[in-house]
């Protein structure tokens, strides 16, 4: 899922810490007074222990959460709420595999295509109990087309998901059924090794039904807002500030060291990091927020800054129903034209690598990419060629769209410096918020558009289907391709990795050779902590989890 606000991602905290409140029903006790030796004064009671102080974490989300309803969620600042909010029949664990959640165990039929999950006693954040049926109702409640979830696509591997949300099959066909209120069985369309993967993953969390089918908007406010995970939201003033508290009815209360955790929500990184360093928030940067490119040689020397490389993709997305980029070598001239490392060097400067394929090192098909990055000569003959195709002479207006970042912003003017000089174009810039940005995007309304997609889990198909389909929730670009479809399809029934592996990388292949996508660069997280927070779970997809955190 993921996709990243910045993919250098945002956060900020702005509220003071909270004070140690009096405890109350202590058992009471007397002590004998004696006379003091050697003194005609009355020895006073031993003083009662100091009162422990709530662990407050704080943080910056950098902008508003789209959403915090699991089964709408795409993006990398709504799955970090979801995350804390939320749990699964599985959890990613600080060793980065999967781990029993709800579910406390499970079946595989011997085909691999039948899971039987027993689940634990486990409730809501309000104390109501969490059952099968929950499960079975959020997963087809996100493959219904009504409720148009863009991430709908991740619930294909269940029998009959992909069939169902095209209307094709009825709901009651769809492979997952609550046996009773402890049990839950899943049916595949093929078997999935990464399944278990996917169970810990937002689009597979658990939904109220009551509360949902009485308030649509439940998801929208703090009052009505209601999970089963780690933390509940005990406030959310939009565009300011969200706050977080212990569930106290979450099934493994006892792992979660954290009284609260507060975001502030501020877009600007200069001031994140002066917040950072004034002692008002506890973390600045990765994965909820971005440092200032600025500030990163200094930290890098002061030995401040941590980096982690991390499975994802900084890339342009193509409107290739739009001239001038309905033209595969244009778009393809645009893509050569650009120098990534200079990028990397002068800009982000926190080791990135020069992304000329679309899937990530850690899972890659073709470790050495598929074009050459900066080459300048053939993006000039491929303008050419492109504009003779299409009967122009001049290129119509193009603009670049981002959403509000720092690093967006300065990566966006390079780039359009790098056009003008090697290709002779104009580009406008266009910046937006957000939540405003993401549905320009999946309506259409731009040229080109940047996006990061982040791994939801550990398979090179993650980053290749998101262009299977024309209309599929996260394919901006419009682009589909009959082969690439085929390819991707034959995947999901190959049993033997090594052909499976070619037969992505032929996909891959294409996907380069059509280009509806610019790869740029593959992504690191870099941020700045106090020493005394601990714990905090960053993953190898980039995913954050606050569960084992702790301020000590």
């Known amino acids: 899922m993921k996709k990243s606000v910045f993919a250098l991602v945002s956060s900020v905290a702005v509220l003071g810490t909270a004070l140690a409140g009096c405890g109350g029903g202590q058992q009471a006790t007397t002590t004998e007074q004696k006379p003091a030796e050697n003194t005609g004064q009355t020895q006073q009671p031993a003083a009662a222990p100091a009162e422990k102080k709530p662990q407050v974490l704080k943080l ?17 600042t709504s799955a970090a709420i979801i995350r804390a909010t939320f749990d699964g029949l599985t959890r990613i664990g600080p060793d980065n595999k999967p781990q029993p959640s709800v579910a406390e165990s499970y079946e595989l039929s011997e085909d691999m295509l039948t899971y039987t999950f027993k689940l634990r006693d486990t409730k809501w954040a309000n104390g109501e109990p969490l059952t099968a049926h929950d499960f079975e109702y959020a997963w087809k409640r996100a493959l219904d ?52 993967e996917l169970t810990a993953f937002p689009t597979y969390f658990p939904v109220n039904k009551a509360l949902l089918e009485s308030n649509p908007k439940w998801a929208g406010e703090a009052k009505t ?42 877009e600007d990184e200069n001031t ?10 506890d973390w600045a940067g990765a994965p909820t927020s971005a440092l200032p490119t600025d500030a990163i040689p200094a930290l890098k020397e002061q ?56 899937v990530p090192p850690s899972m890659a098909l073709k470790p050495d990419g598929y074009f050459k990055d900066n080459d300048v000569e053939t993006a000039k003959k491929l303008l050419e060629e492109g504009m003779k195709e299409l009967g122009i002479s001049k290129l119509p207006p193009i603009t670049l769209s981002y959403n509000t970042s720092e690093a967006h912003q300065k990566i966006a003017a ?46 090179p198909i993650n980053f290749l289907e998101l262009y299977r389909d024309k209309d599929g929730g996260n394919n901006d670009t419009r682009w589909e391709h009959p082969k690439y479809k085929e390819l991707l399809i034959k995947s999901n029934t190959e049993s033997d990795p090594e052909a ?36 905090v779970v960053i993953g190898g997809l980039g995913d954050v989890d606050w569960k084992w955190a702790s301020v000590e």
Do not use: C
Not at 60 to 76: F, I, K, M, V
Not at 234 to 239: C, D, F, R, V
Not at 523 to 529: A, F, H, I, K, L
């Open 225 to 266: 807002h209601l999970g089963n995970g780690p933390f509940k939201m005990e406030s959310w003033e939009h565009k300011s500030k969200l706050v977080l508290v212990k569930n106290e009815n979450y099934w493994d209360k006892d792992s979660v060291k954290l009284d609260r955790i507060e975001f502030a929500m501020v």
């Open 414 to 459: 390079a780039i359009q410096d790098q056009w003008k000089k090697n290709l002779g174009v104009e580009v406008k810039l266009e910046n937006k918020e957000w939540k405003v940005y993401l549905e320009d995007m999946h309506q259409g309304n731009f040229q080109v558009g940047r996006m990061g997609w982040l791994g939801d889990f550990n398979d």
């Open 60 to 76: 910056n989300l950098h902008s508003e959460p789209p959403t915090a309803d699991p089964g709408l969620s795409e993006d990398t």
């Open 303 to 358: 030995n401040k800054i941590t980096t982690q490389p991390i499975a994802g993709t900084y890339w342009y997305k193509f409107n290739v129903e739009k001239p001038p980029f309905n033209n595969v070598k244009i778009r393809k001239a645009f893509a050569y034209a650009i120098d990534r490392q200079s990028l990397i060097d002068n800009i982000l400067q926190t080791g990135q690598i020069p992304a000329t394929g679309a």
């Open 145 to 196: 087309p009504n409720t148009a979830s863009n991430y709908a696509y991740q619930l294909y591997y269940v029998k009959n998901g992909e069939a169902y949300n095209k209307g094709k099959a009825s709901r009651d066909e769809v492979g997952v059924k609550a046996l009773d209120d402890k049990t839950l069985e899943v049916k595949l369309e093929n078997p999935t090794p990464f399944f278990l």
């Open 500 to 535: 499976r592996k070619k037969i992505l990388a032929e996909a891959e292949q294409i996907l380069m050779d059509e280009m509806p996508i610019m790869p740029i660069y593959f992504y690191t997280n870099s941020w700045v902590q106090k020493e005394n927070v601990k714990g």
């Open 272 to 281: 994140e990091l002066s917040m950072f360093e004034n002692g008002e928030i």
